[in-house]
């Protein structure tokens, strides 16, 4: 079973972005510049990457393992759009990254798949307090997590990678992976349960099918009955309740967008609230 | 087919649909946003229509989401061409403000969906409303959010979300693709409107009460308090099913499937806002929170309000927020004093204490010293759980050093009373005995010995009248003003005609009363009050001279300002305000001329009740009370603020103190009065004639009367009934007879009347049948009457086929809401049951008593369960009176001489014509 996303665009948009093939000086070791690529771009385009915990954990091992120079052009990688897919299947992470070379390298990274019993424990485990499932629900890994797996002999995140890539590069993390690592971190950071996904559960095993809301739909009275009534409301709309603003902001706490957004929305939403009281709408005579 | 709002009249009588080309104008959003919540109401009213103001309704919307910040940015529009590395990125996508809309703004969206006319959706083909709204209100938002930003996100951007950030405030939304920001902004897009159908409720129970009963001192131990969880789902709030029921796994009626991730994702949220939730969901089926009394109390004071401003139900006990310290004054009525009115007057004196309380209960001075050492902000006495806090226990032990007692006056003891509190404590309690605690209780009109009928008044009072009149008459005498606020229907007119007529005071009173009143006022005294001098001082034959002589003294709003100076002159015993919204802007020249105008003693009337119009309520006590409610801005934070934006019990019941003993409203459906009244009465309201109209009307009656004079037989009846038509339609308007299209406002004196009386109705929350006979005139008045009053006007004519018919006769029985159904007499026929009106107006006559009680029966039929108040509108000094006369004349000839139709009417000589078309001195206000 795979869970693949980030397929980008129609399908068109990666492949086309590999124009001209400018080989390596030696024919075959990669050289300095990459092709140009328009495959996953990472969304922080400065500073670290990664802006929850649970995905820093993985960073962390990258970069506990990967030399620095390494580390760099795997993130600028990360960030140019060079890692043209990314699939995550339990147990193994596959992706291919453009670089020099015409054809793209492919990169797996394989992790531990829990066995049946493992999980059924697991699951137990989780189910035991709710507010495991409550805070997975709302999107976020809880940090006791790794502590009650650890509890139970199990690690959540693993001490080592098994890493692979197809480049001729001998160090391993080479950049390419080490790009794929760091757009794993980003994705895992907007669900947390791609992390158990990985280990070999899936959300839907975990919890059950969830409903997903769709917009109000509301069933409209054809025009050929409203004739009567053509320019006329259909029904009385009770006036809604006036709510005094909330603080600032709260939608922010309430569901935290992606990456470091928060703080660089903030001042707009502390701006729609309270002060612009002088562009109250009137109310009609 | 034309828009109602053109006042042009359909061509065909059977509509079918056919594709229609029009020329379309795509406008700005920002200006449409701003032209539709802004500067609407500047435009002419013709042409606001309601598909205009369906749309202002959504932009209010838009509006009320961005100023509670349930917005989210997006970036939307992919790229369609794969980005050049080395180029700057082309600004292919768009950066636009979303709305979030759950809970109850996902509720108010449905409505204005189900709302939308047909009008607003036309194109092609019928668009969806859903998706019509949608749209609208995204461009709405996007638009309200970029007017309110005006710092940019992102200053000099570098990189492509710092464009992106860049592109959200400003008039440019455009900016570069960024898929994966695209996509994870649309995942919390999705994550932050997927609270689904339900929502989580918290309720924070007390610890029970120990057992035994409490003893008087005060409770020390440590009791848990519970906070229970629920789920509720959004269209159903009164189903409220407890956690431990989700977690059962059963499916339960009314909630999803999956109530159960529900409830858990949204316990997850809440874990954001209120960390303290962590312990109880420390077991697999968390029911409930556990607090100890601090925590109970940061749930009260912090948790609560954030849960609630994020969309959680939050039950709180019935004393939260109310129950606090404050002060309890008692007054004792001393013996054998000299006394104005029923044993009472507002110089007496009497013995007075103030205490500290605490809800129901005082306390003493030690137990406040024990209270303040606890230092716990929730306490219990005497069974009872009290709010404390810090600044409050110190205010509560200054006032406990300077004991208060003595004697004041009544006088002094109402003003303690409606000024209230003494800075931090408020007055929560009053307990006085005798009149002045009937007067401070509001109760006085219960207390008191009805005055009967006085000699001289022309009819029988009812008991509540009697009640009625014996605390109009109390409070006159110790020179308090009062406001009559009972429902339309029990007779605010006789009750002050009846207090005139029993006052015998020699002085004269005025009053001050819309244009369209004045007739009716005239006539009703005549009718009620003969032996009163009435007169009126209102036209260009107004005479100063004659302001002295009588008993009552009819005036307009606009003359009072007019003649001002000369009305000061005179040594008014009472000015009354009838209608007297007219002064509820305290500010306009109107208010403030006729609160200048000095008397002994003032009355308010008004059928609105004026509880709920906190801005209203202050200028029209200030009229009958100068000074006595303190400044506008005092009452502005004292009550009006606490009341409306927080729902603040406590203001509403110092409110309720304050100004209870002034107003005196009763209520249709109390039942001491429903016994008292017919189940239906039957007004007549008398309006008058524009000049305007008054011109039309004379021009109609000479051209016809030419016409008929020098015709017979069948021609002479045909013109005879032709003059008839025509005269009844400047009666009701004179864009009714032009057929013009004209603009309809401020043009008739019956027009202004059915407005009055409408609102009215509206206002009390009831709904109304009006009928008129010409289905021209009901095309005229439906949208014009659905934009004054903001409120469904339904329209039966008979051009609607049966469908149709059925559906508005459902809505009127079913939907909640106040509303007008306007009926043509003959569409109207049998069959129709329309008993959720308890209203009817007669806009025309009809000179057959029988179709009109025909109609009236519409309301009036078995399950009707309300009384039901009938109003036929007739235009003094025209044809509609004298022909009313003729029938009243006549009524127990009537049926046989009258018919079935008007043509009786055709066999009166040229002379009698003449008579009963002439127009009478008085038609003019």
Redesign the interface.
């Known amino acids: 079973m795979a869970w693949a996303w980030w397929h980008p665009g129609a399908g068109a948009g990666h492949r086309a972005g590999v124009v001209g093939v400018p080989v390596g000086k030696d024919g075959w070791f990669e050289a300095g510049k990459p092709l140009k690529a328009d495959g996953l771009r990472a969304r922080t385009q400065r500073g670290s990457i990664g802006s929850t915990w649970w995905s820093r954990r993985f960073i962390d091992i990258l970069e506990r393992v990967c030399d620095k120079g390494r580390l760099s052009r795997g993130r600028a990688y990360a960030r140019t759009g060079q890692v043209l897919d990314l699939d995550l299947a339990p147990g193994l992470v596959t992706a291919r990254v453009q670089g020099s070379r015409r054809e793209p390298y492919t990169v797996e990274i394989r992790i531990e798949v829990y066995g049946e019993a493992v999980w059924s424990m697991l699951e137990r485990v989780i189910a035991e307090q709710a507010v495991h499932r409550a805070r997975l629900l709302a999107g976020e890994m809880p940090t006791e997590i790794e502590e009650l797996f650890a509890a139970h002999g199990i690690d959540l995140f693993p001490r080592d990678l098994d890493l692979d890539c197809s480049c001729p590069d001998w160090s391993r993390p080479c950049k390419h992976v080490s790009a794929v690592l760091y757009l794993l971190a980003e994705s895992f950071d907007d669900d947390p349960f791609l992390v158990l996904a990985w280990r070999g559960r899936s959300k839907e095993e975990l919890l059950g099918s969830m409903e997903e809301p769709g917009a109000p739909v509301v069933e409209d009275v054809p025009f050929g009955e409203r004739l009567a009534d053509f320019y006329s409301p259909g029904a009385g709309v009770p006036r809604p309740e006036l709510r005094p603003p909330p603080p600032a902001g709260l939608l922010l706490r309430v569901h935290p967008p992606p990456g470091d957004l928060a703080h660089r929305l903030r001042p707009a939403y502390e701006a729609l609230g309270g002060k612009a009281g002088e562009e109250e709408p009137a109310e009609l005579v | 087919?034309p828009?109602?709002?053109t006042g042009l009249l359909p061509t065909t009588s059977r509509?079918?649909?056919r594709p229609w080309r029009v020329p379309a104008l795509l406008p700005h959003p920002a200006q449409t946003l701003r032209l539709l919540?802004?500067t609407?109401?500047l435009l002419a009213e013709s042409t606001?229509?309601?598909?205009l103001?369906?749309w202002?309704?959504v932009?209010?919307?838009a509006?009320?989401l961005?100023?509670?910040?349930?917005?989210?940015?997006q970036l939307t529009g992919?790229s369609a061409q794969?980005?050049?590395?080395?180029s700057i990125p082309e600004a292919t996508a768009e950066a636009r403000w979303f709305p979030?809309?759950t809970g109850?703004d996902?509720a108010?969206?449905?409505?204005?969906?189900?709302?939308?006319?047909?009008?607003c959706?036309?194109g092609a083909e019928?668009h969806?409303?859903?998706a019509v709204l949608?749209d609208a209100l995204a461009t709405f938002t996007d638009a309200a959010?970029r007017?309110?930003?005006?710092?940019p996100?992102?200053v000099r951007p570098?990189?492509?979300?710092d464009r992106w950030?860049a592109a959200?405030?400003g008039p440019d939304a455009a900016c570069p693709d960024?898929?994966?920001?695209r996509?994870?902004?649309n995942?919390?897009r999705e994550?932050?409107?997927?609270?689904?159908?339900t929502q989580v409720c918290f309720r924070l129970v007390e610890p029970p009460a120990p057992t035994p009963p409490a003893t008087p001192d005060l409770d020390q131990e440590e009791p848990w308090w519970r906070v229970e969880l629920a789920l509720q789902p959004l269209d159903d709030p009164s189903l409220r099913v407890p956690a431990d029921q989700i977690w059962s796994g059963a499916p339960i009626p009314g909630l999803?499937?999956?109530a159960d991730?529900e409830l858990?994702?949204g316990?997850?949220?809440a874990?954001?806002?209120y960390p303290a939730l962590?312990q109880a969901?420390?077991?697999?089926?968390?029911t409930e929170l556990l607090l100890d009394t601090a925590g109970a109390f940061t749930f009260l004071r912090q948790a609560a309000p954030?849960l609630h401003?994020?969309g959680f139900v939050v039950q709180l006990p019935r004393w939260a927020g109310r129950s606090k310290l404050g002060l309890k004054l008692t007054t004792r009525t001393k013996k054998q004093q000299a006394a104005t009115s029923q044993g009472f007057g507002l110089r007496q004196l009497v013995d007075f204490k103030v205490e500290l309380a605490v809800g129901d209960a005082t306390i003493t001075e030690a137990e406040l010293t024990e209270l303040a050492r606890l230092k716990v902000p929730l306490v219990r006495v005497r069974g009872q759980w009290v709010e404390l806090d810090e600044r409050q226990l110190k205010a509560a032990l200054r006032a406990v050093e300077t004991r208060r007692e003595g004697e004041l006056t009544a006088a002094e003891i109402l003003q303690h009373v409606i000024q209230g509190d003494d800075g931090e404590l408020p007055l929560v309690e009053v307990d006085a005995d005798g009149v002045l605690g009937d007067l401070l209780s509001g109760t006085a009109d219960r207390r008191l010995t009805p005055i009967p009928t006085p000699p001289g008044l022309d009819a029988v009072l009812r008991p509540y009248q009697e009640r009625g009149l014996a605390w109009l008459s109390f409070l006159s005498e110790l020179g308090l003003g009062g406001v009559l606020a009972d429902d339309m229907g029990l007779g605010k007119t006789v009750a002050t005609l009846s207090l005139l007529v029993h006052e015998k005071s020699g002085r004269p009173t005025l009053l001050v009363c819309p244009m369209s009143l004045i007739g009716n006022w005239q006539r009703e005294a005549a009718r009620f009050a003969p032996g009163l001098r009435v007169h009126v001082h209102h036209g260009a034959s107004r005479d100063p001279a004659k302001l002295t002589d009588a008993d009552l003294v009819i005036t307009t709003y606009g003359t009072a300002q007019r003649d001002l100076d000369t009305l000061k002159q005179v040594a008014w015993r009472r000015v009354v305000c009838d209608e007297a919204q007219a002064i509820k802007n305290s500010g306009t020249l109107q208010a403030q001329a006729v609160r200048s105008i000095t008397a002994e003693t003032r009355l308010a009337l008004t059928g609105t009740p004026v509880e709920n119009h906190l801005a209203e309520l202050w200028s029209i006590m200030e009229f009958c009370n100068p000074g006595l409610l303190g400044s506008k801005q005092r009452f502005r934070t004292r009550f009006q603020e606490p009341i409306?934006?927080?729902q603040d019990a406590q203001a509403e019941q110092a409110l309720k103190r304050a100004t209870g003993p002034f107003v005196l409203r009763r209520l249709k459906t109390d039942k001491s009065i429903i016994s008292d009244l017919p189940e239906k009465l039957e007004v007549k309201e008398w309006c008058t004639l524009t000049p305007e109209q008054a011109s039309l009307y004379q021009a109609v009656v000479d051209d016809m009367m030419g016409k008929i004079d020098g015709s017979e037989g069948i021609e002479r009846r045909g013109l005879v009934l032709a003059a008839m038509a025509k005269l009844k339609q400047v009666c009701n308007h004179p864009a009714h007879l032009l057929k013009d299209g004209s603009r309809l406002a401020g043009r008739s004196g019956k027009l202004a009347r059915t407005e009055e009386l409408a609102a009215e109705i509206l206002a009390e929350g009831e709904k109304g049948l009006l009928f008129t006979q010409y289905s021209e005139y009901g095309s005229m008045l439906?949208?014009y009457l659905?934009q004054r009053l903001?409120?469904?006007v339904l329209?039966l004519h008979g051009?609607?086929?049966k469908?149709?018919r059925d559906?508005?006769v459902e809505?009127f029985q079913h939907?909640d809401?106040p509303?007008l159904f306007l009926l043509s007499l003959k569409a109207a026929g049998v069959g129709l049951n329309l008993t959720a009106a308890n209203h009817v107006i007669h806009l025309d006559r009809w000179w057959n008593p029988a179709v009109e009680d025909q109609a009236t029966d519409r309301a009036f039929r078995i399950g009707q369960r309300k009384n039901v108040q009938v109003r036929k509108l007739i235009c003094a000094g025209t044809l509609e009176e004298r022909i009313d006369e003729m029938i009243e004349r006549k009524k127990a000839l009537a049926e046989r001489v009258v018919g079935t139709g008007e043509d009786w009417l055709t066999d009166l000589s040229t002379a009698e014509l003449r008579e009963v078309f002439r127009l009478g001195s008085g038609a003019v206000a």
Request: aromatic share 4%; no cysteine; glycine share 4%.
């Open positions: 087919m828009s109602p709002e509509p079918a649909l919540s802004e609407l109401h606001i229509t309601a598909t103001r369906h202002s309704a932009a209010a919307f509006h009320d961005v100023r509670r910040g349930r917005v989210i940015p992919e794969p980005v050049d590395m080395w979030v809309l109850a996902a108010h969206f449905r409505d204005l969906a189900v709302a939308m006319p047909p009008a959706r036309t019928e969806p409303s859903s949608t959010v007017a309110r930003l005006t710092e996100l992102a570098k990189t492509l979300e950030l959200l405030t960024i898929p994966e920001l996509r994870s902004l995942a919390w994550a932050a409107g997927a609270e689904g159908a999803p499937p999956r991730h858990l994702a316990l997850g949220r874990l954001r806002l962590d969901l420390r077991t697999a089926h968390p954030l401003a994020a409306e934006a927080r439906q949208p659905a903001d409120r469904p329209w051009g609607l086929p469908k149709t559906r508005l809505r939907d809401e509303m």
